[in-house]
């Protein structure tokens, strides 16, 4: 299974950087120098030059990047790792959940899942509802206590007021 670890954004400086949004709890353990990386939209493996934390961002350069118009050519690229999933209870990638329906605790529906969002402290889930709307909800067992991806859904059991917030 090939898990995204990150999606790379705009170039930061002239001599190949870029900055990236993780999609990785160990970013210290993923971004290491010869680190390999398959890409989507297939533009080939990308080899990890260097890595640095900056201002809360990561930079990321690769040997196939030396300058600033070849990163720009890598925005919008997923960095994808080749791995089985860990057997970690509560853990998710986001293709595991975007599309599952929403299901209230009798199991009415509420909407599906729209976005995963990685926090530093707690992670948010974007719905989105019948009516258009994308709240945000902490993805948090009080709130989600249940994720169940074989049958396509998850459970919500969001305090009164949390899905009017926005």
Known sequence: MEAVVARIGKPHGLRGEVTVRTHTDAPQERFVVGAQF??????????????????????LSF?????????????????????????????????????LAVVDPDGHPVGQVAALHTRPVQDLLELLLPDGRRPLVPFVEAIVPQVDIEAGRIVLDAPDGLLDLG
């Open 38 to 59: 398959s890409t989507d939209p297939d533009r080939g493996l990308l080899t990890l030059r260097s890595a640095r934390e900056h201002n809360g961002t990561w930079l």
């Open 63 to 99: 040997e196939q990047t030396p300058d600033r118009t070849a990163a720009e050519d890598l925005r919008g690229t997923e960095l994808l790792v080749d791995e089985e999933p860990e057997d970690d209870e509560g853990a998710w990638y986001e293709d595991e959940l975007v599309g």
